[in-house]
Every structure is written in C-alpha cells, then in structure tokens.
C-alpha cells in the first residue's frame, strides 16, 4: 500500500500495524477488507464468513502479543469464549491493556454473532439481517482502529480516518441509500456501471426498470437497445423479458472482480 500525504506524511494501514508481525498483520487486513467488501455488497453469509476468518486471526494475534506463542495457522483454535477468557486473565505486565483486556471481549461478541445469529450456517433460528452485518462491521471497525491506536500512537479519531481511507481505495464504488443504488466511481460507461450494480446485487434479480433509474439512463428504450441487449448477447446478463427483471452471469462477474474491482 502506498502511503498517502495531506500537507503531513499519514501512514498507510500496513505501516501503521507495523508492529504486528507480518504473518498476522496480512491475513488482518485480508480478512477485515473481506469482511467490509462482502457487507458493501449486501452478502450477508459471505460477511458472516469473513467475519469468523477475522476473529481466528485476531485471536491468535492476541495469543502471540500476550504469550508469546499462538495456535498455528492451519490447527484448530481452542474454544474461542474460553481462550479470550484466558487473555484477558494474564498477568497486567503480559501486554497492552487494551490488546489484554478489551480487544478478547470485542472479538469475543463479534464471534458470538457470527455463530449465533444464522449467519454463515445452515439451519440458523435467525435470519441474519443488515443490523447484524451492519454492528459486525462497525466492531471489525473498532478493533483495527483500536490496533492502530495502540501501535502506531494515533488518536482513535485519526485511526479511524486512516481506516475510513482504506475502506474508499479497496471497496467498490456502489452506494445503497433510500432503497437506490448509485455508482460512485467516476468515468465508468452506462455499461460498466450496469456490471457493476447487477455484481452488488448478484444473488437477485434486478427489474430493469430499477437498474436503468440507478444509472440515471435518459432513454429508457435506447438503454435496453444498446446496453441490456449487447450485454444479454454476450451472455454476460441474463434479461428475462417476460419480467423484465436482468441478472448478472458468471462470465459477468468474472468480468467485474478482473477489471472494475
């Protein structure tokens, strides 16, 4: 990551983690952009995925900064409640208070959540829902901020920009507001911007109606004769005429993650 500069030398998120071993540091933030990547996205399983994978990371994390040791990549954790339950019982001198005491019990409901509200599992008693996925990505949020704090010196206000900066480079360019979506990324064609709404909304199908009000097309019939009608022949949508609902392919998705992503 290259590092970014108003008027005063910023560091970038990796410099700021610096003092976090690599193996640990990468797959963080690997897992924390999975995690906000699948929650732009409106992918509720695949952020409550994500949000495990973090919350293993962080675990072992604070086993290497408080024991010196953690559970190998690759091997089993033990229980997860309990684990954070012996971090936060090691002696005040083992490590930062906040990587000792307050980070195990965040990363501790983060996990509960992802375990106990059906997200990422089968047969869950609650359907995960925007609220849950909505407080799993504002606790990844703190915790890295709070990582930040504590390893580079920052105010969490400046830890929090500095994440917030982050989120505007790696995540795509599509705004969910007022039940709208708007692409925010400038200089894309009708239909590149058509790719890349449908992506957000992959699992879906999509009225045509709406995915032309989206990309604020003036001419609704010249849209689907020179946009829908291309993308349907390339096989990169599917255009059901009957419902006049659109949805993205395989080969379009594909398109998408290799070059608007």
Request: some cysteine; proline content about 3%.
């Amino acid at each position: 990551m290259a590092s970014t500069s108003t008027g005063t030398s910023k560091p970038d998120l990796d410099q700021a983690l610096a003092g976090i071993p690599e193996k640990f540091r990468d797959r963080l933030l690997e897992t924390y952009l999975d995690l906000k990547r699948n929650f732009a996205e409106s992918r509720a399983d695949a952020a409550g995925i994500s949000a495990g994978k973090f919350c293993e990371v962080g675990l072992r994390t604070l086993q290497d900064r408080v024991f010196g040791r953690s559970t190998p990549f690759g091997s089993r954790l033990p229980n997860f409640a309990d684990e954070c339950q012996r971090i936060m019982g090691a002696p005040a001198s083992s490590a930062n208070e906040s990587e000792r005491v307050i980070i195990p019990r965040a990363l501790a409901f983060l996990y509960t959540m992802r375990n106990k509200r059906g997200i990422g599992h089968l047969g869950g008693d609650v359907d995960a829902n925007n609220i849950d996925v909505a407080a799993m990505s504002r606790v990844a949020d703190w915790i890295i901020c709070e990582l930040v704090r504590v390893h580079h010196g920052l105010s969490l206000e400046e830890a929090q920009e500095l994440v917030d900066a982050l989120a505007i480079r790696e995540l795509p360019q599509v705004w969910e507001v007022a039940g709208k979506k708007r692409v925010l990324r400038e200089g894309l064609t009708a239909r590149e911007q058509s790719l890349l709404l449908l992506y957000s909304s992959k699992e879906a199908n999509v009225f045509v109606e709406d995915l032309i009000a989206w990309v604020e097309y003036s001419n609704p019939a010249v849209f689907k004769s020179k946009v829908l009608h291309s993308l349907h022949k390339e096989r990169m949508v599917e255009w059901d005429r009957d419902s006049d609902t659109i949805i993205i392919s395989p080969k379009g998705a594909k398109y998408v993650e290799e070059n608007l992503l």
